[in-house]
């Protein structure tokens, strides 16, 4: 159904344009080397060399003792909250944190309880973060505090360090530890124009994905305190996230956080040229304005809802997200350039005026 027929679009695209996440960028031809000539090991048994460079790389980036490889960034959360509580404890999260709304069936076998205390613009309040974090004879102790860098739900916005530190402070008062899911630490570091030691340094534990912009093909690395990490290990092979020959995926892994973190300001500046050119158009819909890779836009004005629109996108040659009834998600990676985000900016415009007729 595509390319776009209509007279709006001059120039058609073989295949459809992908804003549906950062999770579809393919490796670099550099990565496919880096798999083919890796060190590899039993991961399982003696480790393997390559999985122990990247973890030991990822954690000295970050400022943290030590690393661990694992399939995603949804189990190095599990791990994190795992190793550092205990169960019937709590645990406190910004309210539309992806830990909370995506990840939480977690907490079904893990005993523990999960609390959304508000925020804005992903960064919890913290007098809500403070009550919660306190105990007392009718709360529940709280075990663990996360954060979220960059925030998805909150269209890739980025707590200040600042606020980190605060809540940081908030927790370590109450002898609380704190966890961060980086999945996108290092666009929220690239925004920040900071090492990503600095985004990292107000959290024990932190998660970062190799599989968004970074282009690797899969995995996440959890780095922290060496205690932690330790019986982290141990709660991965329980879970079957022990792996053998893994060196071969971690090997793209490593050049990923060694080659790509640089470039993430490109997909920064195209989301920025996205939600410009879409509300240059003057149509009843609104694009947010990006701190990092991820826009959203607000279609809530236009009659019709997101399921609809992404179905019309489509059938045009655009792929988005829908992000609720009213709201659709774009994210920019590594293979889109200015060419693809003027189609996109054409595909909204002929879908909108399409529907008029």
Not at 101 to 106: I, L, V, Y
Not at 233 to 240: D, I, T, W
Request: hydrophobic letters at 40%.
């Amino acid at each position: 159904m595509f390319p776009l027929s209509s007279h709006d679009v001059q120039k058609g695209h073989a295949s459809p344009v992908d804003l549906r996440s950062d999770t579809v960028t393919l490796p670099t031809q550099e990565m496919y080397e880096c798999m083919r000539h890796a060190p590899i090991g039993d991961d399982g048994l003696d480790f393997d060399p390559s999985v122990r460079q990247l973890e030991e790389t990822v954690a000295r980036l970050l400022g943290k003792d030590q690393g661990l490889f694992v399939p995603s960034c949804t189990m190095a959360n599990l791990l994190a909250v795992l190793a550092q509580t205990d169960r019937s404890e709590q645990v406190v999260l910004e309210s539309t944190a992806h830990m909370f709304t995506s990840e939480r069936g977690g907490s079904t076998f893990t005993g523990l309880f999960y609390l959304g205390v508000p925020g804005q613009r992903g960064a919890m309040d913290l007098n809500e973060a403070e009550d919660a974090l306190r105990g007392g004879k009718h709360k529940l102790k709280t075990g663990l505090l996360t954060m979220e860098t960059s925030h998805n739900n909150a269209g890739g916005t980025v707590p200040s360090v600042e606020h980190m530190a605060a809540v940081y402070r908030l927790s370590e008062a109450q002898g609380v530890r704190v966890h961060l899911d980086g999945a996108r630490l290092f666009n929220a570091a690239v925004a920040l124009k900071v090492p990503a030691a600095m985004v990292a340094a107000h959290a024990d534990t932190v998660s970062v994905c190799l599989s968004k912009g970074l282009s690797a093909p899969v995995g996440a690395v959890l780095v922290g305190p060496p205690d932690t990490m330790e019986k982290a290990r141990r709660l991965r092979r329980m879970l079957g996230g022990t792996q053998r020959q893994a060196g071969i995926m971690a090997a793209a892994g490593l050049y990923a956080v060694q080659n790509m973190v640089a470039r993430l300001s490109d997909d920064h500046e195209r989301a920025r040229l996205l939600s410009n050119r879409l509300n240059q158009l003057g149509l009843p819909f609104s694009a947010s304005l990006p701190e990092t890779n991820i826009v959203q836009v607000d279609i809530s004005n236009t009659g019709r809802d997101s399921a609809t629109w992404t179905k019309n996108l489509e059938n045009v040659g655009l792929l988005v997200r829908p992000w609720g009834n009213n709201r659709l998600r774009c994210v920019t990676h590594r293979h889109i350039d200015e060419g693809d985000i003027q189609w996109a900016v054409d595909c909204f415009r002929a879908s909108m005026v399409m529907a008029a007729h």
